[in-house]
């Protein structure tokens, strides 16, 4: 009997463990980094030609649409893990935006009430990313300009597992832990 509980809770957790999603290797979720050009610092000047250059953190966008509050972008789409935008600055001053909306596949398996082992594909994610850009004119400084890096998405990132397996795993090791000591000092 104590054989076949042993026997039990180690396939209980071997299956457990076979089947978890593997959330912790998903793709990290796209940032913009490296950034270039004469407007890599967001600040412009009204009417001004500029730049912008700049990578997803390595995560391909499949496909990146970028908009701009001031005007338009050329060119305002593309696909990869990097990007490259002009445009003219408004003749006003103010404050704008460069907006990249980034559809990429993170990795993580799609939700579904069939077990994990068989969930097709994963889920294709969309994030937008902002780009704050100061018009000033020449001379002049430009008013709560930070280093020109995008603000916070609100997305956090995939760190771990669903915490619900997570915790039932962890179960049944203890499970399968305790069985095997209490079988061994019955033995001993």
Do not use: H
């Amino acid at each position: 009997m104590r054989k076949t509980l042993v026997a039990l809770a180690a396939t209980v957790t071997g299956l457990i463990v076979a089947f978890a999603p593997t959330a912790a290797n998903a793709y990290p979720d796209p940032v913009l980094t490296n950034l270039g050009g004469n407007a890599a610092d967001g600040v412009v000047a009204p009417g001004e030609n500029f730049t912008l250059t700049g990578q997803f953190d390595g995560v391909d966008c499949d496909p990146w649409i970028a908009t701009f509050t001031g005007g338009a972008l050329t060119p305002n789409s593309g696909s990869g893990t990097s990007f490259s935008v002009s445009g003219t600055a408004p003749t006003t001053a103010g404050s704008y935006t460069i907006s990249f909306t980034c559809t990429y596949d993170d990795g993580t398996p799609a939700a579904t009430t069939a077990p994990v082992a068989f969930t097709p594909g994963a889920v294709v994610q969309t994030v937008t990313l902002p780009f704050a850009v100061q018009v000033v004119s020449p001379g002049t400084a430009a008013p709560g300009t930070g280093t020109g890096t995008n603000a916070s998405n609100g997305v956090l990132p995939s760190t771990g597992g669903p915490a619900l397996l997570l915790l039932a795993a962890g179960g049944a090791l203890v499970i399968a832990g305790g069985a095997t000591v209490a079988l061994r000092r019955r033995n001993a």
